[in-house]
């Protein structure tokens, strides 16, 4: 790509060199920024999904832009309460508060709008920048390592108006800015199709490995093999040899054999294991140590109803588990199959509670699921273990993939909006 003709120091640490004809700038010499301070006692009841003008928060900032169809609204009293955080149209937005940085130009404003807390509102003062391109100057590392440095080392998870206020940025000529935008609008665009794309061909690639373990478990890998009815809805028809239990005569529960260990013998062994809750390895220090191969299973929360992570997996050799996870060992059978047929289980219908979810013991133990012979167990496990292995590494090479796209897409902001490529 091309560059500028000449550079000079910025005389900003984490920007560098700029182009001769650029500027470094404060915001708070050129820029209205505004947010909302108190509620004067607003309650949740005054809240509504109908009814009022809107107010946006950091939730409702999606994709660039401010999702209007999910945005709480509230009464006009409210809105007339604070002339100061009105919005306009081409208003730019920036959090605040939690995920500090997420960025949207207000749009298709169609009706009022006010601010919830959490939310900057900026409008260019004079005419030395377009929101447009300040919108990708506030996406860019200047930003964010702007915050690094302020933050002096701290955990972050406030803005402050004067802090922000002090931002310093380099400014293009006014004439040159909309064209570097648009720039980055396509290039940008063009990246995150790709991303997209990609995320959904992991997906794909997920229902596929799904559909494997779902099949093989419960029906067999003999094509040809006769079925009968379990007697189960969720099972449907199994291979006719196979045997239906409760869960209880084919698998241990271990979960009674959780035995704390004293400090001392914690301080021996302390960040050595990996440690288990009831979605995967945690940490390296725990509450309760095990020695072997088991099953875990997560005991409460609300992947228990969206299954967005495995619900069952296998812990190896000596590890931590804390009182999130049930412990389960076959009696007599292939561990990896029953990892498998765990994991297969929609396990929705056997939990209590929906604010937070939870599978007893009781209910897992009596679970009735289908036992092949020990010899078949073992077989389905290595078949569903190669397809899976492919499965798998196809998975984390499109995720380096899509890892090097957001760095790139990352850089590629961050060189154009600093002049370090010219692409005007």
């Given amino acids: ?18 182009p001769v004809q650029w500027e470094v700038k404060r915001l708070k010499f050129n820029t209205y920024i505004k947010a909302r301070v108190g509620w004067h ?29 999910n945005c709480y609204r509230v009464s006009e009293e409210r809105y007339e309460e604070d002339p ?9 937005l920036i959090t605040k508060d939690g995920t500090i940085g997420k960025v949207a130009i207000v749009r298709n404003l169609n009706e009022r709008a006010t601010l919830n807390s959490g939310v900057f509102v900026v409008r260019p003062e004079r005419k030395e920048y377009v929101t447009p391109f300040m ?64 995320q959904k061909l992991i997906e794909l690639l997920k229902e596929e490995r799904t559909a494997i373990i779902n099949q093989a478990v419960t029906k067999g890998i003999n094509p040809k ?21 409760k869960l209880k005569y084919v698998l241990d529960c271990f979960d009674s054999k959780r035995v ?9 062994v302390k960040n050595i294991y990996d440690y288990y809750g009831a979605s995967g390895v945690i940490d390296k220090v725990g509450d309760y140590l095990f020695d072997g191969d088991f099953i875990l299973i997560g005991e409460d929360g609300a992947n228990l109803l ?56 009781d209910n897992l133990m009596n679970i009735t699921i289908c036992e092949p012979p020990l010899l078949e167990q073992h077989t389905i496990a290595h078949h569903i273990g190669t397809h899976i292995s492919r499965i798998d590494a196809t998975i984390s090479k499109i995720e380096k993939e899509i890892e090097l796209l957001q760095e790139y897409r990352t850089a590629l902001i961050s060189e154009v909006v600093t002049g370090k490529v010219k692409v005007v």
């Fill in 225 to 245: 093999g006769k079925l009968k009815p379990s007697g189960i809805e969720w099972l449907g028809d199994i291979p006719e040899h196979w045997e239906v239990k």
């Fill in 41 to 69: 006692g607003l309650r949740a009841d005054e809240f509504s999904l109908t009814e009022g003008v809107y107010c946006v928060t950091g939730t409702d900032l999606l994709n660039g832009g401010v999702s209007w169809e």
């Fill in 84 to 92: 100061f955080i009105q919005l306009r149209e081409n208003d730019l």
């Fill in 135 to 198: 919108y990708w100057a506030l996406q860019s590392p200047v930003f964010s390592e702007y915050v690094n440095y302020t933050s002096k080392g701290s955990t972050i998870n406030h803005l402050y108006q004067e802090t922000f206020f002090n931002l310093p940025f380099i400014l293009p000529e006014i004439d040159e800015q909309p064209a570097i935008a648009h720039y980055l609008d396509e290039r940008t665009a063009q990246i995150d199709t790709l991303i997209a794309n990609k």
């Fill in 306 to 361: 969206t299954r967005s992570t495995a619900l069952a997996f296998k812990a190896t050799g000596k590890f931590w588990v804390n009182n999130h996870a049930h412990i389960l060992k076959p009696k007599d059978g292939n561990i990896d199959y029953f990892t498998y047929l765990l994991e297969s289980i929609d396990y929705a219908i056997w939990v209590s509670g929906s604010a937070q979810p939870k599978l007893t013991a």
């Fill in 260 to 268: 704390p260990l004293n400090a001392a013998e914690r301080g021996e």
């Fill in 1 to 18: 790509m091309k560059r500028y003709a000449k550079y000079r120091p910025s005389g900003v640490e984490w920007i560098g060199e700029m």
